[in-house]
């Protein structure tokens, strides 16, 4: 299993901007597709981003689609989640989780290393 720590939440205003960092310990992050879920008080875990092993294939949560952008640099074996446009109902805790890729939509259980989170919180 992968390591991973989030980092880069805070507190920004409606239309603001965060960058999210998620560094991972290992050797083979490489190998691995990368994830960005959040989940908002009361309510379930959901996708945002994905990310395949190589960077070349992306995917997006309909919410994420248009402001939020997935990498990853495997030389810093970190994964980032720049997001603009923020709105209050972003505000979350952002997991990062590493795995071994996805079907036809990224879902929790195709991950199974989860970082602890980090608290974005978006106010109007």
């Known amino acids: 299993q992968v390591q991973l720590v989030e980092s880069g939440g805070g507190l920004v205003q409606a239309g603001g901007s965060l960058r999210l960092s998620c560094a991972a310990s290992?050797?083979?992050?490489?190998?691995?597709?990368m994830g960005w879920f959040r989940q908002a008080p009361g309510k379930e875990r959901e996708f945002v981003a994905a990310?395949?092993?190589?960077?070349?294939?992306?995917y997006y949560a309909d919410s994420a689609k248009g402001r939020f952008t997935i990498s990853r640099d495997n030389a810093k074996n970190t994964v980032y989640l720049q997001m603009n446009s923020l709105k209050p109902e972003d505000t979350a805790v952002y997991y990062c989780?590493?795995?071994?890729?996805?079907?036809?939509?990224?879902?929790?259980?195709?991950?199974?290393?989860w970082g602890q989170g980090t608290q974005v919180t978006v106010s109007s």
């Open positions: 290992g050797r083979t992050f490489s190998s691995y597709a």
């Open positions: 990310i395949s092993w190589s960077g070349y294939s992306t």
């Open positions: 989780a590493a795995g071994r890729g996805w079907g036809s939509i990224p879902q929790s259980s195709d991950f199974g290393s």
